[in-house]
């Protein structure tokens, strides 16, 4: 029998699955509403399954905080329009809400997900089939301080505590949380504007460091200057490449008279206490994830055609 669009939109607000599925669906079944469904139901695993080899690379972070601790999450779809759905919105708050008990990846992954029984990567795995693209949970963290507050930032949020891209900043401090708290969300701020390499410049990985000298004292050899100038001027290139790239010494973004160091110093009068900059983490959507580049009018002419 012939399927009209309209069948197949009312079936796909139903369930949420793709508009190829729901066709299919509905050939399957002579147009039958309620078989539909249930086939559509029947086959999500599989469908999933399918789904699963395709790259997932868009999708949404997710911030959850809670007293003196947060977390951050990313979950991948295949499109952004997926990440505007409601219900893949609402795995994503979800999700996000586990890792604040939970913490790491791998723990979040196997823990239960909220009002259900399955676990966080079985609802996932189980909404693939509804929203009908690869859908998958990528990696979470938490920040944890005994005294003072964790902020919180999603820049460009679509919901609340949900974007492309979220920050955490702890702040250690016996003083105000409040005012800590404000402060920290300030220099999630600026994390997520500068997007830097270390909190310290201990903590930037040796190699990468010996990296930059290397490059710089090739450079500086090519004046023909004598090797003791050279020393000079690989030190104040490396000087300039923690200002840029080390958190405590970049040039605060809210004011770039003075370094983030010398921003907590001065929030300390208000905080009222001393503080300390512990930890931050950034997670922007996607990072580190090889797209595949598509031909998109292929696509919609194979669409059509289909």
Same mark, same amino acid.
């Given at each position: 029998m012939s399927i009209s669009a309209a069948q197949v939109k009312e079936l796909r607000d139903l369930t949420g699955a793709g508009m190829m599925d729901c066709k299919m669906a509905l050939n399957e079944t002579n147009g039958n509403m309620e078989e539909a469904v249930d086939w559509l139901r029947k086959k999500g695993i599989s469908k999933a399954d399918k789904k699963a080899g395709r790259?997932?690379?868009?999708?949404?972070?997710?911030?959850? &905080?809670?007293?003196?601790?947060?977390?951050?999450?990313?979950?991948?779809?295949?499109?952004?329009?997926?990440?505007?759905?409601?219900?893949?919105?609402?795995?994503v708050?979800?999700?996000? !809400? %586990?890792?604040?008990?939970?913490?790491?990846? #791998?723990?979040?992954? $196997?823990?239960?997900?909220?009002? &259900?029984? !399955? &676990? %966080? *990567?079985?609802?996932?795995?189980?909404?693939?089939?509804?929203?009908?693209?690869?859908?998958?949970?990528?990696?979470? $963290?938490?920040? +944890?301080?005994?005294?003072?507050?964790?902020? +919180?930032?999603?820049?460009?949020?679509?919901?609340d505590g949900l974007g492309k891209l979220g920050?955490?900043?702890?702040?250690?401090? *016996?003083?105000?949380?409040?005012?800590?708290? $404000?402060? $920290?969300?300030?220099?999630?701020?600026?994390?997520?504007? *500068?997007?830097?390499?270390?909190?310290?410049?201990?903590?930037?990985?040796?190699?990468?460091?010996?990296?930059?000298?290397?490059?710089?004292?090739?450079?500086a050899?090519?004046?023909?200057?004598?090797?003791?100038?050279?020393? !000079?001027?690989? #030190?104040?290139?490396?000087?300039?490449f923690y200002e840029e790239v080390v958190l405590l010494k970049q040039a605060f973004v809210l004011n770039p008279d003075i370094t983030v160091e010398k921003a907590l110093k001065d929030a300390e009068k208000e905080i009222g206490a001393p503080a300390k900059i512990t930890a931050y983490l950034r997670f922007a959507l996607g990072e580190g994830i090889e797209k595949e580049e598509t031909d998109f009018a292929a696509e919609v002419a194979a669409a059509v055609k289909k």
């Open positions: 790259t997932a690379a868009e999708g949404l972070i997710g911030v959850d &905080s809670g007293v003196r601790e947060a977390a951050v999450v990313e979950v991948n779809s295949e499109t952004d329009f997926v990440a505007r759905n409601a219900a893949f919105q609402e795995i708050a979800n999700v996000a !809400k %586990v890792a604040l008990a939970y913490g790491k990846t #791998e723990a979040v992954a $196997a823990a239960k997900y909220p009002g &259900s029984d !399955k &676990s %966080v *990567t079985d609802v996932i795995k189980d909404a693939v089939g509804t929203i009908g693209e690869n859908l998958g949970f990528r990696r979470s $963290a938490k920040l +944890t301080v005994p005294h003072g507050a964790v902020a +919180t930032y999603v820049h460009n949020a679509v919901a920050v955490l900043v702890a702040i250690e401090t *016996t003083g105000n949380e409040h005012a800590a708290n $404000a402060f $920290a969300r300030q220099v999630a701020m600026h994390v997520a504007a *500068t997007n830097p390499m270390a909190l310290t410049a201990e903590q930037i990985d040796p190699a990468a460091v010996e990296r930059e000298k290397a490059i710089f004292s090739d450079q050899r090519q004046s023909g200057k004598p090797e003791a100038i050279i020393e !000079k001027m690989v #030190e104040g290139r490396m000087r300039k």
